[in-house]
């Protein structure tokens, strides 16, 4: 009959634990004191805090570089829940290849983190000093920079380059956008106002070749001209009509009457048909589409100015904009020296270490009380 595995009882468990107790209690002792001592030749390294809030930039009236109009939000957020659109904008500067170089060359960090022999020790650097630092944005709305070093003065003095880092490159980039969009906003000014000059030089020439000074005045004028001489043509139709039936066609009066209604008829002749433009305004079978010339310059000028009226204000900001360089986050605490070491923390590296080794003695112990008691079972498997 094949033997059975028989797990120890709780009862036998204590017995063999209280049996080798020694064991149990003093080999965690040992290397509990043991890593203590060890731990003595870890060197102590520091943490330095910037605390930051982000900036709050004077309103211009025409914010070209917020989040919800254009280019880019320079501090005007709040950071809430989460990593928000900010502090990631800040993460992303500061964690960027660029600043992480600029600060191991700033402070010789491949020397100081002992990397200079290695294959590759600008990114051997840059690894080191990226598990050393924290940046971290908080509910409340702060965004915290924590820099861990083995001197508490180089701490400090990292945590202060970032902050520098972080404003220098957004200023860089915001400048950047300002200038593209500046450029772009004068070129379009230019385009605007070659634009008009080119209208205004056609305009001269339209007014000198047609005589048009106001259209619209110069058309009314017009056409009063034509309704009065076309009343006094009727007036004078009647009025000769009335004298054929009392005098005679020879009469003076019948004469000076006919002589007076040539005239008028002439005069409308000239009106409608004449192609000297200086007379009146223009030939009146040529009005329409001289007004249409005439509307289309005014039209294109009228767009030509609303255009300069909307572009100028944003050209204006956006020089600004490029001209000023303000800082992306305002310092609530700035860096300081650290006083107390933040790692190692050898209390806890003892302790942890001594109830990791209490733990795996303990399991040990309850192994080989399963392996002594069940010791025909085991022999059976390696049959």
């Not at 971290?136 to 945590?159: C, Q, R, T, W, Y």
Request: glycine share 2%; proline share 4%.
């Amino acid at each position: 009959m094949n033997p059975k595995y028989t797990p120890p009882s709780l009862l036998e468990i204590a017995q063999f634990l209280f049996k080798n107790k020694g064991k149990l209690f003093l080999v965690p002792f040992f290397v509990a004191v043991t890593v203590a001592i060890i731990s003595l030749f870890i060197p102590n390294r520091y943490t330095s805090t910037a605390n930051l809030i982000p900036s709050q930039r004077p309103s211009l009236g025409l914010d070209l570089f917020s989040e919800t109009g254009s280019l880019s939000s320079i501090a005007s957020t709040v950071l809430t829940g989460g990593q928000s659109d900010e502090a990631n904008r800040y993460i992303i500067l500061l964690s960027s290849y660029s600043s992480s170089k600029q600060i191991v060359d700033r402070f010789n960090l491949t020397t100081h983190y002992e990397v200079s022999e290695s294959k590759t020790p600008m990114l051997h650097a840059i690894d080191i000093l990226a598990s050393r630092t924290t940046f971290e944005s908080k509910e409340e709305g702060n965004f915290v920079i924590s820099i861990e070093d083995k001197s508490p003065e180089l701490a400090k003095e990292m945590a202060d380059a970032y902050v520098q880092i972080l404003n220098e490159e957004n200023t860089r980039i915001v400048t950047g956008d300002a200038k593209r969009y500046r450029e772009f906003l004068e070129k379009r000014l230019l385009e605007s106002s070659n634009t008009i000059d080119s209208l205004q030089q056609e305009m001269i020439s339209f007014q000198k070749k047609y005589g048009v000074i106001e259209f619209t005045e110069q058309a009314k004028q017009y056409f009063s001209l034509i309704i009065g001489l076309s009343a006094k043509q009727i007036e004078t139709e009647i009025k000769l009509e009335l004298l054929s039936q009392s005098v005679t066609e020879s009469s003076d009066l019948y004469e000076s009457t006919e002589i007076e209604l040539n005239a008028i008829n002439e005069k409308l002749n000239e009106v409608y048909f004449d192609s000297d433009s200086s007379n009146v305004i223009l030939n009146f079978s040529e009005m329409p589409e001289v007004g249409s010339q005439y509307m289309k310059l005014m039209l294109e000028a009228e767009i030509q100015s609303e255009i300069q009226k909307f572009v100028a204000p944003f050209y204006e900001q956006a020089k600004m904009e490029e001209a000023k360089a303000l800082p992306i986050v305002s310092i609530v605490d700035a860096p300081r020296i650290p006083e107390l070491k933040s790692f190692p923390n050898r209390i806890l590296i003892t302790i942890s270490s001594g109830f990791s080794a209490f733990f795996i003695v303990l399991f040990y112990l309850i192994f080989r009380l399963s392996l002594i008691k069940n010791n025909d079972f085991f022999s059976e498997l390696k049959k």
